[in-house]
């Protein structure tokens, strides 16, 4: 299963796979169910299922925009298993962090994906993930330098992992060393 990952990983992050991969966001998708599959604690904070929340800004065209794009690039790979567990996506438009919160307790999310336009709101956002255990991403550098978990960038055919492994650690993620070894990882 790890060997199979990291081939995967290999490829979704590498030009080769620009051909196989149709476009950024299904790519993105790809990488960040990758990336949840490499945490050893997966099943221990998931359950049985696990569940992707991805959290945007309705008010936000840019929000709105990366939300479709991401949606639409998951919903290609929704029957797959994530770490040998099925996969669920569900969107929330964020409403603040006491609706966010709530959203947390409520789903029990295995991982966040945070759009963009809501920059202003990492911060509260890492303490809520922190707090109920949810490995974070972004499509955005600065909110991972800011305190979320891991970003997916895109750097011309190919996608680039950053890691911020403190917030990782304090969101309850072991992520194994093949990862580390692939990713760019922040100390």
């Known amino acids: 299963m790890r060997l ?3 081939l995967l990983l290999v490829l979704a992050t590498t030009p080769v796979a620009a051909g196989v991969v149709e476009d950024e966001a299904r790519q993105r998708a790809l990488v960040l169910l990758l990336v949840i599959a490499y945490d050893h604690n ?26 479709a794009a991401m949606r639409d690039g998951l919903a290609a790979l929704e029957k797959l298993l994530v770490g040998g567990l099925p996969l669920r996506i ?33 911060e509260s956002v890492s303490r809520i993930t ?14 991972v ?24 650690r304090a969101e309850g993620v072991a992520f194994d060393a093949g990862l580390l070894k692939l990713a760019e990882v922040l100390r």
């Open 145 to 168: 330098r800011a305190g979320l978990s891991v970003a997916i960038l895109s750097g011309g055919q190919r996608a680039r992992v950053l890691i911020n492994l403190a917030a990782a």
């Open 90 to 122: 569900v969107s929330e438009d964020h409403g603040g962090a006491d609706t966010l919160r709530d959203a947390v307790a409520r789903l029990r999310p295995a991982a966040l994906y945070l759009c963009a336009g809501l920059g202003d709101q990492v």
């Open 130 to 143: 922190r707090a109920a255990r949810v490995l974070s991403f972004a499509a955005s550098e600065g909110y």
């Open 42 to 67: 997966l099943a221990a904070r998931a359950g049985d299922t696990a569940t992707l929340l991805v959290v945007y800004n309705s008010r936000d065209e840019r929000s709105r925009g990366e939300h």
């Open 4 to 6: 199979v990952s990291a």
